[in-house]
T-cell receptor, first 110, second 115 residues
């Protein structure tokens, strides 16, 4: 089955700096790569996603890049704000299943 | 309505109790899912229903029993749980089980505590 690895496990950044989270996947058939943000006690919230026919996607301060050849994808958050503090999960999808990375706890220091 | 509604939001149950979690969606989605999530860990898939039939059971213990009475409703029946089953239980739905990139939606979850 699909195996998704996510790094780093924790990330502390100064407010206003950028944050980058990287994921690798194993199944070349994966075709959908969402990123979720989860605040304490709340549901995972989809913040951005990318499909396998696209290399990069941007939405305001958030961007995702996908390298199908290397089987890795990354989340970039620019101009970080305290409200960006949360756990972030990457995922890769084939057929019925979302396979999640282990998560990255992001702390934005004011 | 673009939401997946889960009830109750919180549940405390004893190890000998029987309780049920409920999940409802009115988006016309034909695939529904149960996940278990421990704190700061990723969601773990438990069950997949497709067109009201159980299509995937990820080797979940029999003390968890899913049920899909109709296309909008998904239940998870709980019996003889252990304290380690305490977790956030998430329901999700999608239009189908293929091409999950379109409309995959999580519910807000039920926080379960087993005492």
């Amino acid at each position: 089955g699909e195996n998704v690895e996510q790094h780093p496990s924790t990330l502390s950044v100064q407010e206003g700096d950028s944050a980058v989270i990287k994921c690798t996947y194993s199944d070349s058939a994966s075709n959908y790569f969402p990123w979720y943000k989860q605040e304490l006690g709340k549901r995972p919230q989809l913040i951005i996603d990318i499909r396998s026919n696209v290399g990069e996607k941007k939405d305001q301060r958030i961007a995702v890049t996908l390298n199908k050849t290397a089987k890795h994808f990354s989340l970039h958050i620019t101009e970080t704000q305290p409200e960006d503090s949360a756990v972030y999960f990457c995922a890769a999808s084939t057929d019925y299943k979302l396979s999640f990375g282990a998560g990255t706890t992001v702390t934005v220091r004011a | 309505d673009t939401e997946v509604t889960q009830t109750p939001k919180h549940l405390v149950m004893g190890m000998t109790n029987k309780k049920s979690l409920k999940c409802e969606q009115h988006m016309g989605h034909r695939a529904m899912y149960w996940y278990k999530q421990k704190a700061k860990k990723p969601p773990e898939l438990m069950f997949v229903y497709s067109y009201e039939k159980l299509s995937i059971n990820e080797s979940v213990p029999s003390r968890f029993s899913p049920e899909c009475p109709n296309s909008s409703l998904l239940n998870l029946h709980l019996h003889a749980l252990q304290p380690e089953d305490s977790a956030l239980y998430l329901c999700a739905s999608s239009p189908g089980t293929a091409n999950l990139g379109y409309g995959y939606t999580f519910g807000s979850g039920t926080r379960l505590t087993v005492v």
